[in-house]
């Protein structure tokens, strides 16, 4: 169960595609939007909830209803909330049922940008938190530094599986003369910055995605005068994302550090430039961090237009050959960070209801 409209989530589909795989009936729920593309053909189940009200506590009310209600009658021996805004929902069925209960944390939910200033909000949701997480059956998230924040704070063990991409031959062929930006159009994520500092460079930039301040940096660019440089395509279906990134030439990943949920992540897009065989300019936060030491995929910055600018600077100048090691350290990276390997631990998972 996810709040967000799951035509484009990734993920979600990777983990509903291996667990149907391995002989899971699956049903994903998501919800709908006026806005919302035709659902892609999958093996599983796929059902997405019309709400009235689209944000706010309105809408996180009627949405974990709507899930009850149309959950009540339907069986299922394990049911999965992800993130803190369905738990509530799974937390009622899975005792109204009977059934395990399962939670998987995309994020530091808590510590989102949207809601670190937001002394009230944050207490609601840290409360709900504090009473519905240590009851869950299993409990796994996306990164071993938010796996040990669970385990401080209520003494239980999280597994984590990264959002890494099934492994697969990259599209051959020479690059183009662009950069780009994929995932959500939202506040915190360093677009605005970004680009600005496409005034330096002559090269496209193509920001891939959809989010609440769409209109605002169109009105940026406008106002820069970069119509023409900084292009917006909306959302585009995983396949098409995919071959587009392949052909970039690097990818970006900027996130302002307040708020504990974007400085403790590590972001889908990480791994799919890194799949995708292409450098990228990334946060110097400490998953990436792990990542680059092991693997020198990316240049890490912090978010000033100062280094992100001296960032693409000696990678479009392979100053010093670092795009070229970057590149070919990709190559090795994504050979440890896939899907095939991440699967089996997600697989273990899901056995635990079923070990009597």
């Not at 394990?78 to 049922?97: E, F, N």
């Not at 938190?129 to 938010?146: D, G, I, Q």
């Not at 020198?296 to 670092?322: F, K, P, S």
Request: net charge neutral.
């Amino acid at each position: 169960m996810v709040t967000n409209d799951i035509s484009g989530d990734q993920r979600m589909h990777r983990i509903c595609n291996t667990l149907t795989e391995h002989g899971y009936y699956v049903s994903l729920v998501g919800r709908v939007l006026s806005s919302s593309p035709p659902l892609a053909s999958f093996p599983f189940e796929q059902k997405r909830l019309k709400c009235w009200f689209n944000k706010g506590k309105l809408f996180y009310l009627e949405f974990n209803v709507r899930l009850i209600l149309y959950l009540l009658f339907k069986p299922y021996k394990i049911i999965g909330a992800v993130d803190l805004d369905t738990l509530l929902a799974a937390y009622i069925l899975s005792r109204i049922k009977k059934t395990a209960l399962f939670y998987d944390a995309h994020e530091h939910f808590t510590e989102q940008f949207e809601i670190v200033d937001r002394p009230i909000v944050k207490s609601i949701w840290l409360g709900m938190e504090n009473w519905l997480v240590p009851k869950t059956t299993c409990s796994y998230t996306v990164n071993e530094s938010l796996a040990q924040y669970y385990k401080k704070v209520y003494g239980m063990d999280v597994a984590y599986i990264r959002n890494v991409p099934v492994l697969e031959p990259v599209r051959s062929g020479v690059g183009k003369d662009y950069f780009i930006y994929t995932g959500a159009v939202n506040e915190g994520r360093g677009l605005e910055l970004l680009i600005k500092c496409m005034k330096h460079f002559p090269h496209k930039l193509y920001i891939c995605g959809q989010g609440d301040i769409l209109e605002e940096l169109k009105g940026l660019v406008n106002k820069l005068k970069l119509q023409e440089q900084v292009i917006f395509t909306g959302f585009l279906q995983p396949d098409e994302l995919r071959l587009m990134t392949q052909e970039a030439l690097l990818g970006f990943n900027l996130l302002d550090k307040r708020g504990k949920s974007y400085y403790l992540s590590l972001a889908n897009k990480f791994f799919d430039y890194i799949h995708a065989e292409i450098p990228q300019v990334c946060m110097d936060f400490p998953e990436y961090q792990k990542v680059n030491e092991q693997f020198e995929v990316a240049c890490l910055v912090n978010l000033n237009e100062a280094e992100v600018v001296g960032a693409i600077t000696n990678l479009v100048r392979n100053v010093d050959g670092v795009y070229d090691k970057l590149k070919n350290n990709t190559l090795v990276a994504k050979q440890k960070y896939n899907w095939q390997r991440e699967s089996t631990k997600l697989l273990d998972l899901f056995l635990i209801p079923f070990a009597d």
